[in-house]
């Protein structure tokens, strides 16, 4: 693991950070490792801008400190922020149909419990009516130029079928909210791709438990690689120990190459996204792609990749802090 004091003097540059899932102490110790200091009550640091890729909100209860900080920070010009799939389902568990009536996002159960830290956190819709304003308006992902950010997959074909639904901004328009939230539509299934991910289905009699317990036939693909021997590489498949039957299976099965050749990210520049829960050591997944995300909404740190410029990505690069 890196100690970010080595790394607290670099010059110019973007400290793109993970899901922070409402853990505000994880985000203060990132911060202060990443040689940010708190002035006029804004975190900020004379060189570096912040970028954070989403998913805020949801699993830890400091909600309130969390977006207080971030928001403090894009509103000042420290920090940039793209859309996670928590923000986009904050706003559609909170938002009724014109038509129907019903909420975009339904209230069962489920989805119930995967937002329950966000609403006893702000008890009441007036409390949160300022933070799902704000939602509205992040954009669904960030094209800087030199390197590019969204939170779970940089995907051509979804950002041309949702660009007629985006403001110059690349927020979603105010008239697009009950569209994206419409099952089986184009536009949905594109949401889906950019801030959940693409999936594929596995083959025949192959399934695995994801990280609440339940039994899935479909798997994330690890749309950032660009070569793969076996199905298990292509697969994203969590937790190895308990779903091993599972790797083993696709290991046994060729990688289709038709998959790669439609997912695989080709983009000249880096990519930085959230999103996967990875655990261990926080290290790139190819010279153009790094995940963000390890795991801080349960034991796992916070992680930043400190990045400058380069083109080509580096694992001495990332800073972790706060791991439980
Ligand atoms: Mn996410």
Known sequence: MLNSANHTTSGNGYDIIGDVHGKADKLFALLHALGYQKFAGVYQHPQRKAVFVGDLI?????TVAVL???????????ALITMGNHELNAVGWATMHSVTGEYLREHSPTNQAHHQAF?????TIEARRPWLEWFKTLPLFLDLGDFRVIHACWHEPS???IKPYLNPDNSLRADAWETIFTEGSAPFQAVENLLKGVEEALPE???????KGKERWEVRISWWLTEAETLADIAHIPMPQQNRPAIDALGRVAADNDVLQRLAYTGECPVFFGHYWLAGTPQILTEKSACVDYSAARKGPLVAYRWSGEQRLRNENFVAAGAD
């Open 58 to 62: 949801d699993n830890g209860n400091q």
């Open 68 to 78: 207080e900080t971030v928001k403090a920070m894009v509103d000042g010009g420290h």
């Open 119 to 123: 609403l006893d956190d702000l008890p």
């Open 159 to 161: 950002f041309a079928i």
């Open 205 to 211: 009699g192959v399934s695995f438990l994801d990280h």
